[in-house]
């Protein structure tokens, strides 16, 4: 099997539900993770989070660090990282080989299989440290093996996303996050609401651990149309090469970890050299006059909507969209439709794809066209010289990414 075959294997199966039959396959298999370890949960942000504290352990521990990011934009190899750099073709082929007759015998899911190889990876290598990006929620994650030497857990923000696996409330779906917490060692959230910040200090209560708040980012501001600029104290003047407004809270996430955890602790100008010019693909990644955005449920829209300003540059912004069918399309599509100038809908072939139907409520406000390549080509010939943005399900803007 080549990386092509492998990573449509994956991808065939990155949309299912993760079930129990992992742990069975972990155990009969001795999987283990013993290196020392930065845990990223969350219900936005975890990816971007991961992305810049992936660039501060690469400065800091070079090929001794990796990190495990659960989705990827082009081949599967590209969600495991070793010393900056995706793991080799040749050794993640190796890996998924090895066990490839189990994956299929326990029926692992993509995000199962890219834990069982990165695992296996980083134990192999010894890493001096590890990020791990969860998957959906993180109680019962994959990533949760027995005895994880968890130095620091991160949960990015709580929003109700996955309400059918996760907790119909704010504070249901901040437990379920709770995965991430260890005992006697520090806990770091971003932006949450009273409820959830009360019920996961609860759980450091008893785990013996103390949950640490971010400050504000003082005066983030974009420069050169390319990168924000912001202050962190003690950090000042610090830039990530991104239009992204959001991104500046994934970045301040990082450097807080970056305090917090005695693996870090890069100086500011060690930061600075870390992050320059590194940018994070399909995150307000331009191509052209297009935009691509992964942005799945309304916390992310409303987040990447703070960003349209920049995202125009002084033009109207026009939106291409897809979503699953399990997307809270009632509050996406109202955000969207305050902040942009045109909002078409279209489809994608995907499990679980939103199709005409399952906009019915919608078109006769929005314009429906079927195929997504011919939707954005429409898009740029009405719109010449003006942005055109596609979001939605990540599913689908890989995909279209992939085509441009």
Request: glycine content about 8%; overall charge negative.
């Amino acid at each position: 099997m080549n990386l092509k075959e492998a990573t449509q294997y994956i991808e065939k199966r990155q949309n299912e539900v993760s079930s129990l039959l992992f742990f069975t396959f972990a155990r009969k298999t001795k999987l283990a993770m013993s290196r020392p370890l930065i845990h990223v949960a969350g219900s936005n942000g975890k990816g971007c989070t991961c992305f810049y504290l992936n660039l501060l352990a690469t400065k800091k521990h070079g090929s001794r660090s990796g990190t495990l990011f659960n989705s990827f934009a082009r081949t599967a190899n590209e969600a495991i990282w070793i010393g900056g750099q995706p793991l080799k073709e040749e050794e993640f082929l190796q890996k998924f080989e090895e066990h490839h007759s189990l994956y299929e015998k326990y029926q692992l899911t993509g995000y199962e299989i890219l834990v069982d190889i990165a695992y296996r990876v980083f134990e192999e290598k010894k890493l001096d440290l590890v990020i791990v990006e969860c998957g959906m929620g993180a109680s019962g994650d994959p990533s949760l093996l027995d005895d994880l030497q968890t130095e620091l857990g991160i949960i990015t923000n709580i929003s109700l996303e996955h309400t059918e696996y996760l907790g119909t409330t704010l504070s249901e779906i901040a437990l379920s996050c709770a995965g991430v917490i260890a005992k006697k060692k520090p806990v770091l959230v971003g932006p949450i609401d009273e409820g959830s910040e009360e019920a996961l200090r609860t759980i450091c209560a008893k785990k013996k651990t103390s949950l640490s708040r971010l400050d504000r980012p003082h005066l983030p501001h974009l420069v050169g149309g390319s990168e924000f600029v912001f202050d962190y104290p003690p950090y000042k003047n610090l830039s990530i090469s991104t239009v992204a407004f959001y991104e500046v809270g994934d970045a301040v996430l990082a450097l807080e970890a970056n305090k917090i955890c005695p693996l870090l602790g890069l100086a500011e100008e060690e930061i600075r050299e870390a992050w320059k010019g590194k940018t994070h693909p399909l995150h307000c990644e331009r191509k052209g006059d297009f935009v691509f955005d992964v942005a799945e449920n309304p916390a992310a829209i409303e987040m990447l909507c703070r960003s349209f300003p920049t995202l125009g540059r002084g033009k109207p912004v026009h939106v291409l969209f897809a979503a699953k069918e399990t997307a809270n399309i009632s509050v996406m599509l109202p955000l969207l439709d305050d902040n942009a100038k045109t909002v078409v809908l279209t489809s994608y072939e995907g499990q679980g794809a939103r199709d005409e139907m399952g906009f019915a409520l919608y078109t006769e406000d929005h314009e429906y066209i079927q195929n997504p390549l011919m939707a954005l080509m429409n898009l740029s010939m009405r719109f010449p010289g003006e942005t055109i943005l596609v979001t939605g399900n990540r599913e689908f803007v890989t995909s279209l990414w992939r085509m441009v």
